[in-house]
């Protein structure tokens, strides 16, 4: 029975080509598309769950309570190993501090050859490690090589790049900066899974001596180190609530708080490794982490092209439903029961998607590489091709090939014997009008993927083009190296003498890196401000505001460096001024540390972070000799002369040096590359659920054209012209298009502005999104009915009457 319901399938694809041709190509795509945006949040989902222990592995992190609470992923520098020697429940603590912000690593091989890097992929780490995280060990002893002073080990890529073929194990990488050689003692493979842990290289622990003092690692108020515990087996995360209040007090007591003092000011939280990738977006993160909201919108929109796809399929069957209508009749005359027509139409289905299947599959391989580039994150083989996936690919298969299928099978199953052998083909009123909900339907979902793409598309404008109070063009962000400092005269005076460059500034941090948070106490009378606050902080020279372009609102720039360097002066922003009072700012005293100084200037707010952020309090504080960055203005047409330039005078006063550096409107983009990839993958899709709708609409009018092919033989003889026709095959597809683009405004609208919400600086939207998206659709469907009105037209009417 199996064979002949096969075989029977297989010979009623080619009654209809044209349909089955829509069916199977619609399908392809629909399948194509699902399963790149599956798997593209099946990677998003694993990230850290390869890990062994990944169950048992938290993150420590510190929420501070109270007004301008912060919630920090870093931990002061003891907890860790506090944590394990009064918590009986933690098995093993391990944590990771970044040395700095870059580093200028070097190898000097035997015959004099030097290989030398900036690296931005290093961390101290504590030995424990190799165990939390099962680091895999292609060379060197894993027990030994993170316990010794000046330690590093290696992952493969980084040995290659340093050592070439060469056997790393014993052989010295100086730090260039802070001038300390490191022994490699391992050399590790990359971790076969997806994981917010990303290293280059590892320092052993007892390395820090040689990056902070005593009193810095002792301090129980900095945040410097991500610290992860693992809870011994059987250890409810539940149970750790109390036990963490308990450990609070014990570990902030030295500190001279008492318990009532730091309950109130902190929380300790633990936060499984497995949420951190889409549910964590702390200050102070490791690296800027997805967004669950992202791959739940994925998600969506794959479902709904593959319900695009099988209302194609459903429509579409049932119009050549009608076709069959005589062989249904004969099959029932002859005993068919109900039972096996369901069957014989059922498989019919199965066949159709297993067709569509092997072309998506096709599709699927060949769109991996454009959408690894869309989305910046490459698909591994050998996470590609698992029983799992096999399995959703299984799943996939039967669901639609039955789902799709059997609306269509039971609709065809209900014909009655008599209306089946008179050939009858109008369908009742209410199979037209499930046809033309499903039409209605597909155009619904297409309308908000326009609309989506549209308002999407004019927030990514709005990230790249807002005017952020500062000029972020034609400027040079270049990392300044030990070496180069020590010679930063020589390099100004090279500076000076170029043309091209107008202006340059030392600084900490660069417009789109992350500000550091810190305490300003102010002195006297403050105004409103009696308790201090807390205000993102930058050290800069008396040209960083002349380079950025930044207005100042009231006071004055910093005194030139050559009048007195040895004092040092603030200048904040409006956001901080705010916190005096108007006009009250300029000549009080604020202190951080040991630094006390005069408030010199306030100077019109610009926004340094990212946009998802209001404008926080900022401090400017006069330090010319301590950032790590030099800001160069670059004339207009100038860039590339200059950057050659630049380069030339650093190798020449500063050899041992590299010349590292990047654009600051680039960096400044990069803070938006998970919404510039969601606008790239949105784009592509709508115009694919546009793409399928359309699809099944042209076959949808073809069947119309067919069923009235008479009628329109007749009105053309009567004198009808080529647009008349079309107007009669087009008017009640447009209506239902119509309907779908009133029906898809309102739902789009509101669920647009809730994702526009989660951003500090939005568009607003705007009702020509909507009229735009719709003026679309209705063009191509206009376009796509048309095609198949003129055909229709231009048949000769003789052949049209002759039918039947």
């Given at each position: 029975m199996l064979k002949s319901y096969l075989k029977i399938a297989w010979r009623s694809l080619f009654r209809s080509p044209f349909q089955t041709f829509i069916k199977i190509f619609g399908l392809s795509i629909g399948i194509a598309s699902v399963m790149l945006i599956l798997f593209h949040v099946k990677d998003e989902l694993s990230f850290d769950q390869g890990f062994l222990k990944s169950d048992r592995i938290f993150r420590v992190t510190n929420e501070n309570l109270g007004e301008g609470a912060r919630h920090w992923a870093a931990t002061p520098p003891p907890m860790g190993p506090e944590m394990q020697q009064l918590l009986p429940e933690v098995e093993l603590t391990v944590r990771f501090h970044r040395p700095s912000a870059y580093q200028l690593l070097s190898?000097?091989?035997?015959?004099?050859?030097?290989?030398?890097?900036?690296?931005?992929?290093?961390?101290i780490v504590d030995s424990g490690a190799v165990e939390m995280f099962d680091l895999e060990f292609v060379q060197g002893d894993a027990n030994t090589a993170l316990s010794e002073i000046n330690s590093i080990i290696l992952t493969e890529d980084m040995a290659q790049k340093y050592f070439g073929n060469e056997n790393p194990l014993g052989k010295i990488i100086m730090d260039n900066i802070a001038r300390i050689p490191l022994k490699v003692s391992g050399v590790i493979a990359k971790f076969p899974f997806q994981t917010h842990l990303r290293f280059d290289y590892l320092l052993s622990m007892p390395t820090i001596n040689n990056y902070q003092d005593q009193g810095a690692l002792s301090s129980r108020g900095w945040s410097g180190f991500y610290t992860y515990v693992l809870l011994k087996e059987d250890i409810p995360l539940a149970s750790m609530t109390s036990k963490m209040e308990e450990f609070m007090i014990q570990f902030y007591e030295p500190h001279g708080e008492t318990p009532s003092e730091t309950l109130a000011a902190r929380k300790l939280r633990l936060q499984p490794i497995t949420d951190i990738h889409l549910h964590s977006k702390l200050e102070k993160e490791m690296y800027p982490n997805s967004d669950i909201t992202y791959v739940y919108i994925f998600g969506f929109v794959a479902l709904f092209i593959l319900l695009l796809a099988a209302v194609n399929f459903i429509n579409i069957s049932t119009t050549q439903s009608f076709g069959r209508v005589k062989e249904i009749g004969v099959r029932k005359v002859v005993g068919a029961k109900r039972k096996q027509l369901i069957h014989q139409f059922l498989m019919d289905s199965l066949l159709v998607t297993f067709l569509s299947m092997?072309?998506?599959?096709?599709?699927?391989?060949?769109a991996i590489p454009h959408y690894d580039d869309l989305t910046s994150k490459p698909f591994y083989q050998e996470n590609i091709f698992t029983l799992s996936n096999f399995g959703i690919l299984l799943l996939m298969f039967i669901s639609v090939g039955v789902l799709a299928g059997l609306y269509p099978a039971l609709f065809v199953s209900r014909f009655s014997l008599v209306s089946s052998l008179k050939s009858k083909k109008n369908s009742g009123p209410r199979i037209q009008i499930v046809r033309n909900s499903l039409i209605v339907f597909?155009?619904?979902?297409?309308?908000?993927?326009?609309?989506?793409?549209?308002?999407?598309?004019?927030?990514?404008?709005?990230?790249?083009?807002?005017?952020?109070?500062?000029?972020k063009e034609q400027v040079l962000a270049v990392t300044m190296h030990r070496d180069m400092w020590e010679n930063y005269g020589a390099l100004k005076a090279k500076m000076l003498e170029n043309p091209a460059i107008e202006s340059f500034s030392t600084t900490t941090n660069i417009p789109g890196d992350r500000f550091g948070s810190y305490f300003f106490t102010p002195l006297g009378n403050a105004q409103q401000v009696t308790e201090g606050f807390d205000a993102r902080l930058m050290l800069s020279d008396h040209k960083f505001l002349s380079t950025l372009d930044i207005p100042i609102k009231e006071g004055r720039n910093f005194f030139r460096e050559e009048a007195n360097t040895g004092n040092t002066e603030f200048i904040i922003n409006e956001a901080a001024g705010k916190l005096f009072g108007p006009g009250k700012a300029v000549g009080k005293r604020l202190t951080i540390g040991r630094d006390t100084a005069n408030i010199v200037g306030v100077v019109k707010d610009f926004n340094f972070a990212s946009l998802h952020s209001p404008i926080e309090p900022l401090v400017i504080q006069y330090n010319p000799y301590a950032g790590g960055h030099l800001l160069v203005k670059v004339q207009e047409n100038q860039l590339a002369e200059t950057i050659a330039y630049m380069e030339k005078s650093v190798e020449s006063i500063a050899p041992s040096s590299t010349f590292s550096y990047s654009f600051v409107d680039d960096r400044l983009d990069g803070l938006y590359d998970t919404e510039n990839r969601m606008s790239k993958v949105f784009n592509v899709f709508a115009l694919l659920s546009l793409l399928i709708a359309c699809l099944g609409l042209y076959g949808l009018s073809a069947y119309a054209a067919r069923i009235r092919i008479k009628e329109i033989g007749i009105r053309k003889v009567l004198g009808s012209g080529k647009m008349d026709i079309i107007k009669i095959l087009s008017r009640d597809f447009l209506k239902l298009v119509s309907t779908a683009i009133l029906i898809a405004a309102p739902f789009t609208y509101f669920t647009m502005k809730r994702w526009l919400q989660d951003f500090a600086y939005h568009i607003e939207i705007q009702w020509w999104m909507f009229g735009l998206a719709g003026a679309l659709v209705l063009f191509i469907a206009i376009a796509t009915l048309s095609y198949q009105g003129i055909k229709s037209a231009n048949a000769n009417p003789i052949e049209s009457l002759r039918t039947e």
């Open positions: 190898h000097t091989s035997k015959s004099g050859n030097t290989r030398k890097f900036e690296e931005r992929g290093g961390f092997i072309i998506a599959l096709v599709i699927f391989a060949s597909q155009f619904v979902i297409s309308v908000f993927m326009i609309v989506g793409t549209i308002i999407i598309y004019n927030q990514m404008n709005l990230f790249h083009h807002k005017n952020l109070g500062f000029d």
